[in-house]
């Protein structure tokens, strides 16, 4: 073989290589996005201490500051008391009590009796009303808890802990969040109860969509968020109603920004804290 035909040879294998390490850079790039975009949509709902290297979300839910391990751990059931889904027949569901260990603000526990009529949830907040049709049909057990928990007066002068501005959610419900980005325990708040997961099939998080936080399978609470942008969380939050009015409200407080978690994910307590006052259920008309 001539000099020439080396040269074509080596330029040929030098073109496979640069070829070769091309598609490795590609590789390790989607593997990357594709493990933060995992970490990232983790919404739960109980913290605990866990280091971990390269964590950066946290228990909504969460929820909201620790990490992976963190935020998909389940809490602790007793043997037995594994909670139920929806009972058609005799139009029943089933709650259990929690033993996460994580704070609780005990009001007692939801009839076990619901019904799957329609109804609408208006959040009275420090900068308006959000309001959302929930979903009873599909997610029965869900709107039963918030029904009972809204009779409480359970949400009342608590904030919503968690926000994130381009992994856009805004995290609520744990009653005793105080959400000035300094609180440890925001985000483990809850009422001492769970219940099962309800209508994941095909959930999808777009603009609108309230969903329940969790950490793990069945580990449903009180804290919920709500989605102000699309986002791409897979099934495993149920969704249960969707915003009709507020949603600008969510717009204002995002653009504000975020104190950011300890976490690093980009979410936290929304600069300008969000309120809820109260939290009315009525029958939709």
Avoid: W
Avoid at 118 to 126: D, E, G, S, Y
Avoid at 205 to 228: C, D, E, K
Wanted: hydrophobic share 35%.
């Amino acid at each position: 073989m001539d000099s020439r035909e080396d040269e074509v040879v080596t330029g040929k294998d030098r073109q496979k290589q640069l070829a070769r390490d091309h598609y490795q850079r590609q590789t390790q790039a989607r593997l990357e996005r594709q493990r933060k975009a995992r970490r990232t949509a983790v919404i739960g709902t109980t913290t605990v201490a866990v280091v971990a290297v390269g964590a950066i979300v946290g228990a909504i839910a969460f929820l909201g500051r620790g990490d992976d391990a963190t935020a998909n751990a389940k809490p602790s059931i007793a043997a037995g008391e594994e909670p139920k889904g929806y009972d058609p027949a005799a139009g029943t569901c089933s709650y259990v009590k929690a033993a996460d260990g994580g704070p609780v603000k005990d009001v007692g526990m939801p009839p076990e009796k619901v019904s799957t009529a329609p109804a609408v949830m208006t959040i009275k907040t420090n900068y308006g009303d959000i309001v959302a049709d929930l979903d009873a049909v599909n997610a029965p057990c869900t709107v039963n808890s918030f029904k009972f928990l809204a009779s409480k007066d359970y949400f009342d002068n608590s904030r919503c802990h968690r926000m994130g501005t381009s992994f856009p959610i805004l995290q609520c419900g744990d009653p005793l969040a105080k959400a000035d980005g300094k609180n440890p325990t925001d985000g483990q708040g809850g009422p001492g109860y769970r219940f099962v997961d309800e209508n994941l099939a095909g959930a999808k998080y777009t603009r609108g969509v309230l969903a329940m936080a969790n950490s793990g399978p069945a580990t449903n609470g009180s804290q919920f968020f709500i989605v102000y942008g699309d986002t791409g969380l897979s099934a495993d939050y149920t969704p249960f109603g969707t915003v009709t009015k507020g949603l600008e409200i969510l717009d204002k407080v995002a653009k504000r920004g975020v104190i950011t978690g300890a976490g690093g994910d980009g979410t936290g307590a929304p600069k300008r804290p969000v309120e809820i006052k109260d939290v009315t259920i009525t029958s939709k008309s």
